[in-house]
């Protein structure tokens, strides 16, 4: 009997082919959906890791307690050893150490008599060793409007909005007065060797970037650093993965009692990142949804409209004396076949053009002048739910839309079938 | 089945809801049929033929009075069995075919005994005979969409006969063909119910039918107005 149904399923297109396909093109476009929202949000969690959190960050327990300061004063001490330990205790990580400062920059004029100045903040990050992958993090070379990188210890990046504020040019000198780790008054001459776009109001106001060795020797701070970010070898942030180095870190070297000692935080466990991530998982989950929403009335209704279509054979099989419920479980056990050949066909498929696009859109040529907040390419990533979430929609709305359409066999006289088979 | 009695109707009435009010379809029917007859329900569209031949099948129920149909009250005809009924004894001709178009002639014919769980080897020599009895055996791997009018007919009266029912009700089953297609589908019938014993109950206002018929029975406004024996 099974093998009558399958054979009539097999032959009659309309029944097979069409609702197989337009199950595979509902769930193609749900898993490929998923991916690239988990993608692009996923990018957003790369993007402030690689800014402003790293997937882990090490700092001391103060320094922590009053971030938003970004106390350098508080910063970590005897950083040379802590590296080396983290790199013994987390092989495989990378590690940056950055220093965020302040101050009041200054650009002379030829009499090196103030000539403009103007307020400002800036991050230090290793911009000059040859392993050092901070440029390509912070996208760097991209975000350049004028000048160059600098080359040297003595050469500074300014905002371009800064830069053109203090009347200032790539190659000319500016003055960084500012204070250093102890208290003491720093003042220190840089040459601008190029500027760049931030891509945020705040820094682009008065934005720097410089090299750490020179901006540890401006503050004083040798063997010091305010953070050191981790990164994990994939790339990708683990929440898992982090929070165990977290827990596995501070258990090892973090003393509640000594306000100067390590702790180690994950993305997660960093300002408002929790509620960050708790709202994209939330906006994740509400897009997916509500699309998944939708293509399930779409199958609901491809399975309900060829439920329907069919009561001409119902009457008939009711006639030559099949029972309702047999008839009703056979409708369900085919749409079952065929979201579940729907399912596999367009999960491949959604899968495939995922695959595609984990390499990403570059939109950078669309972009007038690329910045370092700016995600230059727009990329999809693969996660163990693409590999099953299509079949929600795939199966269980195709089968409750016959399962709908069915009960119509139930709530409809025998003899009203008959008259639907004879019309 | 009391002498060969298959039918007893007692003061058959149906009614439909129809607005607020109610139709009455069949108005106190009372009829027997014999093993072997060859009768027909006749009268004008609207007089309640197929209403009365739906019931026969069971695929309706009296709205009062009762019905016996091989053995089997209206009062005890549960869904289950109704649908036992009729996959067991009853075989259904309809005015339009109703052929399964995407299986072959053999699996049309085949199907009914697929329900009752023949084995292979029986089914395949019973869909051979059936449709040697309609003189199709030369379509066995035709479809549907490829037979005539006359042949879909003799399809559907092989699918009707493989089983070898007590009981064939035909609806208006000339209704789409012409006079010599016609003629050969009722004189196949007439063959089938002379060899197999067959009871044939149809429901038409065809005359050609009529001509054939051994028992006409006339309904007007859902009364029986004549109960006749023709003689052959």
Redesign the interface.
């Known amino acids: 009997m099974l093998r009558f149904y399958i054979k009539g399923l097999f032959r009659d297109r309309s029944r097979s082919l069409m609702p197989i396909l337009v199950v595979a093109i509902g769930v193609t476009l749900v898993v490929l959906m998923q991916c690239w929202v988990t993608g692009i949000l996923g990018d957003m969690i790369v993007f402030n890791a690689r800014f402003a959190t790293g997937h882990v960050k090490v700092m001391s327990r103060a320094y922590n307690e009053n971030i938003d300061q970004q106390p350098n004063d508080l910063a970590l001490m005897g950083t040379e050893q802590i590296l080396l330990d983290l790199e013994n205790e987390f092989p495989g990580l990378e590690w940056a150490e950055r220093i965020q400062f302040g101050g009041l920059v200054d650009a002379p004029d030829e009499n090196g008599e103030t000539r403009t100045q103007g307020p400002g903040g800036g991050m230090a990050i290793d911009l000059l060793s040859p392993s050092s992958k901070e440029v390509d993090r912070l996208n760097l070379e991209k975000s350049l409007v004028r000048g160059r990188l600098p080359q040297v210890p003595e050469e500074i990046l300014l905002s371009d909005e800064f830069a053109t504020k203090l009347e200032v040019e790539p190659g000319e000198a500016v003055t960084l007065i500012t204070t250093t780790m102890y208290g003491a008054m720093s003042i220190t001459n840089f040459t601008v060797s190029g500027t760049i776009k931030f891509g945020a109001a705040a820094l682009d106001r008065g934005g720097m970037v410089a090299d750490i060795s020179s901006i540890r020797m401006v503050l004083d701070m040798q063997d010091a650093t305010g953070e050191i970010l981790g990164y994990l070898p994939s790339g990708d942030y683990d929440d898992l993965q982090a929070a165990a180095m977290s827990a596995a870190f501070n258990d090892r070297h973090s003393d509640p009692e000594d306000e100067f000692s390590p702790v180690m935080l994950s993305l997660r466990e960093q300002g408002t990142m929790t509620m960050m991530l708790d709202i994209m998982d939330y906006f994740k989950g509400l897009i997916i949804g509500i699309f998944m929403i939708a293509m399930s009335i779409v199958l609901w209704n491809s399975g309900l409209l060829g439920g329907l279509r069919r009561y001409g054979e119902m009457g008939l099989r009711i006639a030559i004396g099949e029972e309702k419920k047999h008839i009703y479980r056979s409708l369900i056990v085919e749409s079952v076949f065929i979201g579940i050949a729907g399912s596999v066909v367009g999960t491949a498929f959604g899968l495939f053009f995922a695959a595609l696009l984990t390499k990403g859109i570059d939109i950078g040529g669309m972009m007038q002048g690329s910045n370092m907040m700016m995600q230059a390419v727009m990329k999809a990533s693969i996660t163990p739910d693409a590999y099953y979430i299509g079949f929600i929609p795939g199966i269980f709305a195709t089968a409750l839309g016959t399962a709908l359409a069915g009960i119509g066999i139930f709530k409809r006289k025998t003899a009203q079938l008959f008259k639907e088979l004879q019309a | 089945m009391k002498n060969g009695r298959i039918i007893t109707i007692d003061n058959l009435v149906k009614s439909f809801p129809i607005g607020g009010g109610e139709f009455t379809a069949l108005n106190g029917i009372s009829l027997q049929f014999d093993k072997g007859e060859f009768s027909g329900i006749v009268g004008p569209s609207g007089s309640g033929k197929t209403t009365l031949l ?1 019931i026969l ?1 069971s ?2 129920t009296p709205t009062k009075g009762q019905t016996n149909v091989l053995g089997t009250a209206s009062t005890r005809m549960s ?2 069995v ?7 004894h ?1 075989g ?1 001709i ?3 075919y ?1 052929l ?4 072959t002639v053999f ?1 049309n014919v ?3 005994l ?2 009752l ?1 023949i084995p292979s080897a029986e089914r395949k020599k019973a869909v051979l005979e059936a449709l040697e009895w309609v003189g199709l055996s030369d379509k066995i791997k035709s479809k549907p969409p490829q037979l005539s009018g006359g042949e879909s007919q003799r399809v559907a009266i092989a ?1 009707a006969m493989v089983k070898k029912p007590d009981l064939v009700l035909a ?1 208006e089953p000339t209704a789409n063909l012409d006079a010599e297609n016609s003629h050969h589908i009722l004189k196949t019938m007439e063959k089938l119910n002379y060899e197999l014993r067959t009871t044939f109950v149809f429901a038409t206002h065809d005359d050609k039918v009529i001509g054939y018929l051994r028992r006409i029975i006339s309904l007007e406004d859902g009364k029986v107005v004549s109960d006749a024996y023709v003689k052959k």
């Open positions: 739906n099948g695929l309706d869904p289950k109704a649908a036992t009924l009729r996959k067991k009853i259904f309809f005015q339009t109703n399964m178009p995407v299986y699996e085949e199907f009914p697929l329900l769980k699918r609806d």
